[in-house]
T-cell receptor
Framework: GNSVTQMEGPVTLSEEAFLTINCTYT??????LFWYVQYPGEGLQLLLK?????DKGSNKGFEATYRKETTSFHLEKGSVQVSDSAVYFC?????????????FGKGTSLLVTP | NAGVTQTPKFQVLKTGQSMTLQCAQD?????MYWYRQDPGMGLRLIYY???????DKGEVPNGYNVSRLNKREFSLRLESAAPSQTSVYFC?????????????FGSGTRLTVV
């Protein structure tokens, strides 16, 4: 079935550093790809998405490009802030005979220090 | 704009007790989902409901039952709680069947089974 693998954390960066969180996927068909963010004690929030190859999702300075040739959807941000400290989840849509669901990676914890 | 509402937010159960986690959405979404989140495991799908009147098993359904009461509500029941069911439970809903828009998540229920 469809699955994602994302880099293990935790990732610790200084404020204003460049961020990359790697995500690769295995899929049949043409899944949609997502990044979700979870702040401490909260639920997951959609950060960005891409629904077809070469699409770039972007939001709040974060970007990710759907690369079919490398089966990747890496998350990047040019200059992180302390407020970006959170856990980031890569996900893709997966379908069965009964319907669709999202399959999530294990999450990458990011800590940004002043 | 309430979105997805989960109750309760916290619960402690003794082994063998039963309880129902409630989830309601006010966005007129057809599809609803239950996940559990455990450290180092990411989010794993327990059950989902592609539309009112249908439910299907996800990756980890053992020990759980669900009811799609109507379009708005999707409950998760633990008939005889076990310590292995200690987790954070998230309900989510989706506007479209193929998940082009991803999910909207509730804020979670933190369950401890002692």
């Amino acid at each position: 079935g469809n699955s994602v693998t994302q880099m293990e954390g935790p990732v610790t960066l200084s404020e204003e550093a460049f961020l990359t969180i790697n995500c690769t996927y295995t899929a049949t068909g043409y899944p949609s790809l997502f990044w979700y963010v979870q702040y401490p004690g909260e639920g997951l929030q959609l950060l960005l998405k891409a629904t077809k190859a070469d699409d770039k999702g972007s939001n709040k300075g974060f970007e990710a490009t759907y690369r079919k040739e490398t089966t990747s959807f890496h998350l990047e941000k040019g200059s992180v802030q302390v407020s970006d400290s959170a856990v980031y989840f890569c996900a893709l849509s997966s379908n069965s005979n009964s319907g669709y669901a999202l399959n999530f990676g294990k999450g990458t914890s990011l800590l940004v220090t002043p | 704009n309430a979105g997805v509402t989960q109750t309760p937010k916290f619960q402690v159960l003794k082994t063998g007790q039963s309880m129902t986690l409630q989830c309601a959405q006010d966005m007129n979404h057809n599809s609803m989902y239950w996940y559990r989140q455990d450290p180092g495991m990411g989010l794993r799908l327990i059950y989902y409901s592609a539309s009112e009147g249908t439910t299907d098993k996800g990756e980890v359904p053992n020990g759980y039952n669900v009811s799609r009461l109507n379009k708005r509500e999707f409950s998760l029941r633990l008939e005889s709680a076990a310590p292995s069911q200690t987790s954070v439970y998230f309900c989510a809903s989706s506007a479209d069947l193929i998940l082009s828009y991803g999910y909207t998540f509730g804020s979670g229920t933190r369950l401890t089974v002692v």
